[in-house]
């Protein structure tokens, strides 16, 4: 059974650091692309970033780049996304997801909650 | 800034089909934005329905359909169910490894 399990949200003041982990089981974790994938509360889907299964490459979305980092670690079956110069609309929910087959999201984790407020 | 448009809201009758629609600001959607389709029921995580264009999902029923209409990629829904109520997102690959998503339509089954 396919399991993704995001954690590490909560409340951080602006200009905050976090880190957010995901771990993944039940699917060859090393050779899937992984995404992150944000949501304001009642808004839409935002993709925020990507790595690929090596871990060597990564892209982002532009309302992140320079302050987001995502990393893996396949040994530990785990998705990061460090989070730095954090901004009020940064809040939202975050979910880890693997990357599909032809460039789509396959397997959602249940998300975790951000806040950015002072 | 490209933006990739959807319907923001559809209805459709029980028993009846629906087309939601996923365009592009700046052009027309082609295969090669590879475009894929996502369901949303209300408070769960989004659920993946379809992918390159056309392909069904592990689990999706044979009711749900994609397609490029005219210059755009379409997502078909046909005998609508009171649980087809959600919002549905696209997603298309915009090159350079990026991606992005449409802003959803909420579809109203009544």
């Known amino acids: 059974e396919v399991q993704v399990v995001e954690s590490g949200g909560g409340l951080v003041r602006p200009g905050g650091s976090l880190r957010l982990s995901c771990t993944a089981s039940?699917?060859?974790?090393?050779?899937?692309?992984m995404h992150w994938v944000r949501q304001v509360p009642g808004e839409g889907l935002v993709w925020v970033s990507h790595?690929?299964?090596?871990?060597?490459?990564?892209t982002y979305a532009d309302s992140v780049r320079g302050r987001f980092t995502v990393s893996r670690d396949n040994v530990k079956n785990t998705l990061y996304l460090q989070m730095n110069s954090l901004r009020v609309d940064d809040t939202a929910v975050y979910f880890c997801?693997?990357?599909?087959?032809?460039?789509?999201?396959?397997?959602w984790g249940q998300g975790t909650l951000v806040t950015v407020s002072s | 800034q490209t933006v990739v448009t959807q319907e923001p809201s559809f209805s459709v009758s029980p028993g009846g089909t629906v087309t939601l629609t996923c365009g592009l600001s700046?052009?027309?959607?082609?295969?090669?934005?590879?475009p894929s389709w996502y369901q949303q029921a209300p408070g769960q995580a989004p659920r993946t329905l379809i992918y390159?264009?056309?392909i069904r999902s592990s689990g999706v029923p044979d009711r749900f359909s994609g397609s490029i209409l005219g210059n755009k990629a379409a997502l078909t829904i046909a005998g609508a169910q009171a649980d087809d109520e959600s919002d549905y997102y696209c997603?298309?690959?915009?090159?350079?490894?990026?991606?992005?998503f449409g802003r959803g339509t909420k579809l109203t089954v009544l």
């Open positions: 997801a693997s990357g599909g087959r032809a460039y789509s999201i396959g397997y």
């Open positions: 039940g699917f060859p974790f090393n050779t899937y692309w």
């Open positions: 790595i690929d299964g090596a871990g060597s490459g990564t």
């Open positions: 700046s052009g027309l959607v082609y295969t090669t934005h590879y």
């Open positions: 390159n264009t056309n």
């Open positions: 997603l298309l690959y915009m090159g350079g490894d990026i991606l992005l």
